[in-house]
T-cell receptor, first 114, second 112 residues
């Protein structure tokens, strides 16, 4: 158990819909990272928050947004969903703001768009 | 272009056999280097990391990796594989402290 909690574990929805994925980081970790894992794209970095502020942005679509709340949990919002958004979405957390420390990954939220 | 390459998509070994998973990177300076493992239905777990110093790094679960600057490689090894090691293995590189780049992964299958 990494200490990172993601909900829901599985989600099935239709094209055009909007979903919210939730992540609770390990106790004491200030950074939250979101990754998308798909068969054709591999592991893609989406976005990072550190202590409530956006710190780095990766290949995140404009239809996607995220935020980190004062209690440090984070939500990833995916809207106007397309078939190609079907993937496993991972949240990870770390103590510091950069990648020199270990990232702890949740078990992921599997999104299926029909 | 900057990249992390894991040339083997899928590897099959017998239980008890030795294992080496390859990872090459193309970055100018020596980056921070990691190996992560993803067991079926699980998130990624850190096996080991290299920042500097001794180029042979010991990790969890009996894994080790060797950094070779001349070959821009960071190969993962285990002397005797167990069936429980069946998983996907990702090499990852931090070329500067603001980016973490994952390789495409190597899926390891272990036969009894």
């Amino acid at each position: 158990d990494s200490g990172v909690t993601q909900t829901p574990k599985h989600l099935i929805t239709a094209t055009g819909q909007r979903v919210t994925l939730r992540c609770s980081p390990r106790s004491g970790d200030l950074s939250v990272y979101w990754y998308q894992q798909s068969l054709d794209q591999g592991l893609q970095f989406l976005i990072q928050y550190y202590n409530g502020e956006e710190r780095a942005k990766g290949n995140i679509l404009e239809r996607f947004s995220a935020q980190q709340f004062p209690d440090l949990h984070s939500e990833l919002n995916l809207s106007s969903l397309e078939l190609g958004d079907s993937a496993l979405y991972f949240c990870a957390s770390s103590v510091g703001p950069d990648y020199t420390g270990e990232l702890f990954f949740g078990e992921g939220s599997r999104l299926t768009v029909l | 272009a900057q990249s992390v390459t894991q040339p083997d998509i899928h590897i099959t070994v017998s239980e008890g056999a030795s294992l080496e998973l390859r990872c090459n990177y193309s970055y100018g300076a020596t980056p921070y280097l990691f190996w992560y493992v993803q067991s079926p239905g699980q998130g990624l777990q850190l096996l080991l990391k290299y920042f500097s110093g001794d180029t042979l790094v010991q990790g969890i679960k009996g894994f080790e990796a060797e950094f070779k600057r001349s070959q821009s490689s960071f190969n993962l090894r285990k002397p005797s594989v167990h069936w429980g090691d069946a998983a996907e293995y990702f090499c990852a590189v931090v070329p500067d402290t603001d980016k973490l780049i994952f390789g495409t992964g190597t899926r390891l299958q272990v036969f009894p």
